[in-house]
């Protein structure tokens, strides 16, 4: 397996529930390389754009709104199989349907408050990334 990059986001909840070192230190614990990081808060409107993909489903206004709702972290992951590995990590998008020990069984109150993003695939880690970072800002 290739070294790859792979976008994740610490969402609204999780930065209020002070899930950060939390999250921070899964990362380490499972070989992750954190090659870029920065907190923002997204407008209503780059929420939208980030999750284009899910225009025109019943959640989107819900997920947006909440994604535009406070402070994010946002990271660059560097790692073997980084993308699948942290999908992995990550736990089922609906935290009732997690494994045990991962970030959203441990963390997430519900399927839309479910603490961390992660991409989910090559293409869309490269327009994720794309998104919030200029190859300058990556450091590995
Ligand atoms: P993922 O984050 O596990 O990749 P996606 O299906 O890509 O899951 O959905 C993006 C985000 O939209 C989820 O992480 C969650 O916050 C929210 N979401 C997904 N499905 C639902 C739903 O059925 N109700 C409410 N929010 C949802
Ligand atoms: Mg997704």
Redesign the pocket.
């Known amino acids: 397996m290739a070294v790859t990059r792979t976008l994740t986001i610490i ?1 609204p909840d999780g930065v209020a529930q002070n899930n950060i070192g939390d999250v921070l230190r899964t990362f380490e614990e499972n070989k992750f390389k954190i090659v870029a990081m920065k907190m923002l808060r997204l407008t209503k409107q780059q929420a939208e754009g980030f ?1 284009a993909v ?1 225009r025109g489903k ?2 989107f206004e ?2 947006t709104t ?1 994604m535009s709702s406070g402070r994010i972290v946002v990271m660059v992951l560097e790692g073997e199989d980084a993308i699948n590995r942290l999908r992995a990590v ?1 736990g ?2 609906n935290p009732a349907n997690a494994a045990e020990g991962t970030l959203r069984k441990r963390f997430a109150t519900s ?4 603490i961390i ?2 991409s ?1 695939a090559p293409d869309t880690a490269a327009f994720e990334i794309g998104y919030f970072f200029s190859e300058m800002e990556i450091v590995s």
């Open positions: 969402k999750y899910h019943p959640f819900s997920l909440f990550m089922a998008t399927i839309e408050h479910n993003h992660g989910d």
